[in-house]
């Protein structure tokens, strides 16, 4: 069996295969985590309760439900077309198809938050209430890639720190996980599914620098006699390469059903230029739009510094925004349970 071991490098765990237990390093001292298996294929999800370690960010999670999304890769779109042109089933120009692909709904270890390059706020969203002003903002809470899962089981009972994980799962040593869901998380489910529900994934890469966004509905409010819709939008750039780059800049261009086109230019992204190279390779951060119309599209580019002083533009994936009703007893169609 492998080993994995998580080494904290300039505020990063990074894991590193050695023997055969999981444990972490911490400053001088090393700690046991759990024991590595093997990861699932695609095919095969991960049920709620199973420990894990994110292949990319390094932090310790705990699997609370999976969800089917639609992946729309560019990249996967370009070759084919290089492969056929002249096959009819091939996404041709701005038309891209998708393909269903696992991710799951996942509760971050509270240890590990501030040491991980990635916003640990993935759910927000509006008051249910009628003319309720109140945006709900849930800490430590991720979506996860099937791939980016290295699962490991542990001893502890409470092996993740989270001020949810008591409430939604409770130990169960006779069950594989043995962690199950307690009746506050399907409750939890139940109530919130319209603002969880992760459904299209949008991918492409431009000279090493992969960018997948994640659009989330969050709800509509009433102002001044006008509907406004708002969304949020989860970004990850991943650098594939071995060239050193910096994000310096942001040009947005968002297209509202109403006929409007507004462009956003700014330094940075969320008040950081983050530096993308091969001991922290990637960068994960949310933001938040709204528009006048139930439904538009953005698109766009980040300014890429290398270190010789040159740049390049890196493309953000067009991604649609979509309203969806507010009637929480209507099941999402990507929902797949625990």
Sequence with gaps: MATLVLRRIIGLFTPVTVRSTCVRCLSTRLAEVGILEPPRDQGKSYET????????????????????????????????????????????????????????????????????????????????????????????????????????????????????????????????????????????????????QLSDVHRETTENIRVTVIPFYMGCREAQQTNVFWWRYCVRLENIGEETVQLRERHWRIFSLSGTLETVRGRGVVGQEPILNSEQPAFQYSSHVSLQAPSGHMWGTYKMERRDGTSFDCKIPPFSLESKSDDHNNSPHGFLGS
């Design 49 to 196: 309760g199973q420990l894990f370690l994110h292949k990319i960010f390094g932090y310790r999670g705990i699997v609370l439900f999976p969800w089917l999304a639609r992946v729309y890769d560019r990249d996967v779109a370009t070759k084919t077309e290089e492969r056929s042109l002249d096959d009819q089933t091939t996404s041709v120009g701005k038309e891209v198809k998708g393909r269903n692909h696992l991710y799951y709904q996942v509760l971050i270890d509270a240890r590990d938050c501030p040491h991980i390059r990635a916003q640990t706020e993935a759910v927000t969203f509006l008051g249910n209430q009628e003319n309720s002003r109140a945006l709900y903002a849930i800490p430590g809470l991720d979506y996860v890639a099937h791939e980016d899962l290295l699962p490991y089981t542990s001893a502890e009972q409470a092996p993740i720190q989270h001020e949810l994980f008591d409430k939604f799962l409770m130990h169960d040593p006779e069950s594989s996980p043995p962690f199950m869901a307690r009746e506050t998380l399907r409750a939890w489910q139940e109530k919130n599914h319209p603002w969880l």
